[in-house]
Every structure is written in C-alpha cells, then in structure tokens.
C-alpha cells in the first residue's frame, strides 16, 4: 500500500530513564561455559559445516559453524521448522537479482538466490506483487493470473514455487484485494459501458456484471478518493489514486473472483498472502473490514487449512488488536516498526520512558491484546518494510543499534519479516517510496545487479556489498544471519509465551521468560551503550546454561559464572535450565 500516510503509530507504554551513549563496546573475556556460547567468527571458511551443526542443533545450542552464506553448495537443512512461526524475506523483485542482464531482477533471480536465502536462515518469502501491470511497484494488477513480463513467464514462477516446496520455504504473495489497475479489464469494460450509456438512464447488471465490481455513484460531493469516469457523468472510488479503483468487495461476484484467484494460486503451491491494505476495503469502517476479512479467511483455508495470511493494517496498536478478531492469523505490527516505533524509541533512548523494561512490557501487552481476540495470533514482526524509511536511517548508521533493533524484533514472539537489504544496512533517502526500494547490493563484480527503480533519486547506498559482509564476522548480515538461525533452533524463542521477570540497571536490562512447552527459556536484554552485571543468584535461573546469545562483535562473548550474567552493550543472551 501507498500514497498515504498514516499519522497514527503509536507510543506503548510508560516507564523510566536511559540515554545510550556510543555503543563501543569492551570484549568481555572467554566463558568457562565455552561451548555453548561458541564465537560466530569461526564460521567463515567455505565448506565446513553439517554434521556440527546437526548435532549442536539435537542439543539445544548454536551450531559450532554458521552456513558460508549462498555459497551455491547443497544448503543447510539447519532451521527447524515450528509450523508458521517462520522467518520471512520481503522481496522487491525489480530491485533484487538480475538473472538476464535487463537490469531488472526477476523471478529466476530470486531462485538463484534461494541458497542465499535459506543460508541466512529466511524459512519463508514474501514477494512484493508479481503480476502484470503498468507500474514499477505493481500494486495495481491487469490480470490476477500471470506474471509480469519484466519479471519472468509462468513457466519461472512454478520452477521457484517447486524449489521454495522443495527446500521448505514458503511462498507468499501480495495479494491485492482492495483494488485493480484502472486499466483491468473488469475496470475497462465498466468504464466503457457507462460512457455509452444515456445520461438519464440507469445502469443494468444484465448488460455489463462489471459496474457491481467498483462503486460507481453520480454522486459529486463524495470526495477526493472519487474520480470521474472520463466522458460521462459518473465517478468512482479509488482511495489511493485514480488509476487503483477500488473494488466492491461485499459483491458475491466479486467475492468469486477473489475466491478464484487464491484457489489458482494454492493450487500452484503457494502457502498464502500478504493481503495489501486491509483498513481500506470499506475506509473508516473497522467492523465491515473485519466481516470480509472474517470471509476471506475462512474461504482461504477452506482451500487450504495451513494457509498463511498476514493482514497490512497500517494502524495503532488498539486498531491492530482489533483486527485480530477477523481469525488473521498475522497482522504487521506497526506499533513496533518504523523509526517512530517502539523498537527504535527503546533503541535510540531519547524519552526516558522507552526503556528495555518497557519494551519487555509491551510484549507482554501485545499478547494479552492480540490473544484475547484470536488466541492463535501470530505477531507480525518486523522494523521496516517497502513504505517505510529503512532501519539504517533510523540509527545514523550506527551498528551497534542497528543490529539491537534488529536483535530485539527477531527475539520476540511470533513471525519475523525482513525486508531485503535490511539485513546489510542498506539505506533509503527521503520519503519517495522509490529511494526504499533500490536495488541490492550483491557484489563489487556487479554480477546479477538491478537498476534503481526509474524514479529513485540519486544517492548514496552506504551499504557494504553481501559479498564483503560475508567475509566479516563483525558484519551486520553475519548478526542477522545469526538471530535468524537461533530464531529457528530455538523454538519458545519463535513462539514461546512471553512474561517479564525482572529488570535491571535502571531498567535498561531486563530479563523476561518464554514458555513452550516443554521449553522454558530465558531472553536477557542490555539496551544499553554499557556492559552490565546481571546477578541472578537470587531467582529462578540459578542453575542454567547459555544456549545463544546476539552480541554487536563477534569477539564479545557473555560470561556466565558464580550465577552472574556480563552482557556486552547492546546484546541479548539466551538461556535455558540445566538438565
Ligand atoms: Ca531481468
């Protein structure tokens, strides 16, 4: 969704002090507990890997290695697979990987680049809209049944949904319910009949079923989200720009065409949607958007009983929370995301309220909210996608806090999404949704490099090519690749329920437990510049073992001894009991 913007994100809760400093941080020394809190660095050699990591999987622990990243050798079977809970990639196709040498990346580009993807521990992929239409963005759709041409045949499509089936991933779309392109055909064959017909008379089902497609009125006075029909007395309804009109989705006929499109789709073996724009299928009226929702669910999984739905709401969280009663079984989280959600707040520390206290709190919140309304959510997590400034921005390219941000939402509960070039700190300029969406930095070699998107300004992408950031054990795609990879080994991380224990350092640590049985694990965080003591001598996880931990250097590695936890600035430990 575009052209609007929303000024309701919001601010969650209330508590005390933290200003973070520089996130220099000092090595903490070697663990007694060594093996279970390993150095990510050792993992940077091609061609080692399996059998530790299976074997450290079976026990609960990081793997020794990490895989070499899209190394193009068999792909690592090391991410468990906790039903839906996943970790989704979005991808912008246009902007991705080239395989052709347009410039433009396609479908096969993000086949060859699956082994990148699983690699990094992305178990499942959002693509942006693939199908035909006239804009470099595609959410307005010509034909619901094929794919651009700039992005490949159908042909292409089915060889990457066969290979995402094959490695276990799963394929989403962007399905783009609330409007098509003013040039669909539903849309050009309406149109078309009421420039023909007389002024005075009224228009007939009979003759054209496409005026019951859109909401057509002769109404003038309706507004700016109404445009005229060109030639006749008529207007229409496209909420976010004239040429997307909006669709009538109350229309039982309209309600089989959307039926058929998700038919054609599960059927060609993709696990689900992202369904674009969820607020504006009736604008204003919450409970009628949560009645086609409510439809729209239950027709999906009539097809498809596992089907995977994630809802754009782009709202607060009461609204979000609200929409939970429509059986979604995701929604986006908007309240954590973009650079004045809680993630970044909490992060960048500059109201004393946003602490690491309040950020535990919230995601006790979050569950008591979104539960009580479907007690199957699933937390849409995430910090930036394709509408918002990206995460870099938020942080002035500080990567200490970016890859806190980053540790902080891919912890938490629920499914995680990354948009591509998040995870190498790619930035955006501006607002233009154009500079959001610039091509991937791959390698200096510029082999598989896209464009920009026509429109994209000139500026500077600060990010270091993937290539470079493989080879770095300190770099942001190696922290990424990390908590990706732990997100799915440890499963009550992914899905685990959440309660707050106790906080600390004037509430800038905190630990907080998650429960799946029969796991209960604890996550410490240190949203702080400092490195802190946490002494838990006095709780219930005396007696436990490091099984993961996110710090900012690979060199930092916490140090657990006579019950005490030193955490390094800005880094999260995972713990489970001893057996
Ligand atoms: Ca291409």
């Known amino acids: ?35 279970s809190t390993q150095n990510q660095s050792q993992g940077e050699t091609k061609g080692e890997t399996q059998t530790t990591e299976n074997e450290q999987t079976q026990s609960g622990t990081m793997p020794e290695v990490l895989p070499v990243i899209g190394s193009g050798e ?43 993807i699983a690699d990094m521990g992305f178990t499942g992929i959002w693509l942006m809209p693939i199908h035909p239409s006239d804009t470099y963005h595609k959410y307005d759709v010509k034909d619901y049944y094929a794919i651009d041409p700039a992005y490949g045949s159908m042909q292409d499509m089915e060889a990457l949904i066969a290979e995402c089936r094959s490695r276990d991933i799963a394929l989403i779309l962007d399905f783009v319910a609330n409007h098509t392109a003013d040039n669909h055909p539903w849309f050009t064959e309406a149109i078309r009949y009421l420039q023909k017909l007389p002024a005075d008379a009224e228009p007939k089902a009979e003759e054209c079923p496409y005026i019951d497609y859109y909401h057509f009125t002769k109404d003038s006075t309706k507004g700016k989200s109404y445009h005229l029909v060109d030639g006749s007395n008529w207007y229409y309804e496209g909420v976010f720009w004239g040429e997307m009109p909006d669709l009538n989705v109350d229309h039982p006929a309209v309600r089989q065409e959307l039926k058929k499109i998700m038919d054609f789709w599960l059927d060609k073996g993709v696990s689900g949607f992202r369904l674009d724009a969820v607020k504006e299928f009736h604008s204003g009226k919450t409970a009628k958007n949560i009645e086609f929702l ?166 500077e992408q600060t990010a270091r090519p993937v290539a470079e950031q493989e080879q770095d054990p300190d770099s942001l795609i190696r922290y990424y690749q990390k ?4 997100r799915q080994q440890i499963p009550a991380l992914a899905a685990g329920k959440v309660s707050v ?55 930092e590695v916490p140090t657990w001894q006579d019950r005490k936890l030193r955490l390094s600035p800005y880094s999260i430990v995972i713990m489970d009991r001893k057996e």
């Open 1 to 35: 969704m575009m052209k609007r913007v929303f000024s309701c994100l919001l601010i969650l809760f209330v508590v005390t002090a933290c200003q973070p400093a520089n996130p220099q941080a000092d090595s903490v020394s070697e663990d007694k507990n060594g093996k």
């Open 294 to 459: 409510d439809w729209l669910v239950k027709t999906a999984k009539a097809k498809k009983e596992d089907v995977y739905l994630v809802g754009e709401a782009w709202s607060d969280f009461a609204e979000i929370a609200e929409y939970y009663k429509s059986g979604l079984p995701s929604l986006f989280n908007f309240a954590l995301a973009t650079g004045e959600g809680k993630i970044a707040q909490v992060v960048n520390g500059k109201q004393a309220k946003h602490t690491a206290k309040s950020f535990a709190e919230a995601m006790v919140k979050i569950d008591e909210s979104f539960s009580a309304n479907n007690p199957d959510y699933m937390d849409g997590l995430f910090v930036a996608n394709h509408d918002n400034v990206r995460m870099a921005n938020y942080f002035k390219g500080d990567l200490g806090k970016i890859k806190m941000a980053a540790g902080m939402y891919l912890t938490m509960t629920g499914v995680s999404f990354t948009y591509y070039g998040e995870e190498i700190g790619m930035v955006s300029s501006g607002t233009k949704d154009e500079n959001k969406r610039t091509a991937m930095v791959w390698q200096k070699d510029g082999k598989g490099q896209t464009r920009n998107p026509e429109n994209a300004d000139e500026f």
């Open 501 to 555: 224990v106790r906080a600390y350092h004037g509430d800038k640590a905190v630990v907080i437990t998650k429960q799946l049985d029969p796991q209960e694990i604890i996550v410490v965080y240190n949203i702080s510049a400092e490195p802190v003591e946490i002494d838990l001598t006095a709780t219930d996880w005396a007696d436990s073992k490091v099984i993961g931990y996110l710090t900012t250097k690979a060199a």
């Open 483 to 486: 908590a990706l990879h732990l």
């Open 74 to 116: 068999e792909p690592l079977k090391s991410v468990q697979n906790a039903g839906n809970y996943r970790n989704y990639y979005e991808i912008y196709v246009g902007s991705f990987y080239d395989s052709d040498g347009d410039g433009i990346g396609d479908l096969n580009g993000v086949r060859q680049k699956l082994n990148y």
